[in-house]
């Protein structure tokens, strides 16, 4: 299966703004504003701190913020802190075979 | 409080079942499509299968299908993953997750599978 392609890694430093990519297909990104981000701890379960392209749940911090812009979605943290350091995932729904599918991750490093 | 807990997890042998169980409860349990995600040592998150309110319709990825099978009782807000035929590569955190909208909005803290010899 394929699955998105997000950057092994960003870095930022306190204060700043670093955005992720997540770059799928036709199939999946491009079809559907069915995108979510989720952040991760390490040893911990995800959290979705995205959902349907740019709505944030309930208790996520307004410095997260997301876009589409064809078979591309991207993840913006503003006001980078140093608790935002972890691991951030994107998923999108998928026309294909497997109707889910994730990037692989993107580790982010507040320096 | 909104939680998903999973249970069964464990060591067994190449070629082994395994039957991983969620159990759900502060949220009406019966609304809401249920995933399993698997994330290996060290590794990105997959998705591996989902079952539907009413259990009408399943998927799953394709290294699993045929080998897996997934089963909800809503009577008892739980959801099953019976996992057949385990490989090595099945080796994973096992996470069960709600969905909403087509993301996952509320993700249990997983069960360890380890295939192993």
């Known amino acids: 299966q394929s699955g998105l392609t997000q950057p092994a890694s960003v870095s930022g430093s306190p204060g700043q703004s670093i955005t992720i990519s997540c770059t799928g297909t036709?199939?999946?990104?491009?079809?559907?504003?069915?995108v979510s981000w989720y952040q991760q701890y390490p040893g911990k379960a995800p959290k979705v701190m995205i959902s349907e392209v740019r709505n944030r749940p309930s208790g996520v911090s307004d410095r997260f913020s997301g876009s589409k812009s064809g078979n591309t979605a991207s993840l913006t943290i503003s006001g980078l802190q140093p608790e935002d350091e972890a691991d951030y995932y994107c998923?999108?729904?998928?026309?294909?075979?497997?109707?889910?599918?994730f990037g692989g991750g993107t580790k982010l490093t507040v320096l | 409080e909104m939680q998903l807990v999973e249970s069964g997890g464990g060591l067994v042998q190449p070629g082994g079942s395994l039957r991983l169980s969620c159990a759900a409860s502060g949220f009406p349990f019966i609304n809401y499509w249920i995933h399993w995600v698997r994330q290996a040592p060290g590794k990105g998150l997959e998705w591996v299968a989902i079952i539907k309110r009413d259990a009408s319709e399943t998927y799953f990825v394709d290294s699993v299908e045929g080998r897996f099978t997934i089963s909800r009782d809503n009577a008892k807000n739980s959801v099953s993953l019976q996992m057949n035929s385990l490989r090595a590569d099945d080796t994973a955190v096992y996470y069960c997750?709600?969905?909403?909208?087509?993301?996952?909005?509320?993700w249990g803290r997983g069960t360890m599978v380890t295939v192993s010899s």
């Open positions: 998923s999108s729904y998928t026309s294909t075979r497997t109707p889910w599918v």
């Open positions: 036709s199939s999946d990104i491009g079809a559907y504003n069915f």
């Open positions: 997750a709600r969905d909403w909208q087509y993301a996952f909005n509320l």
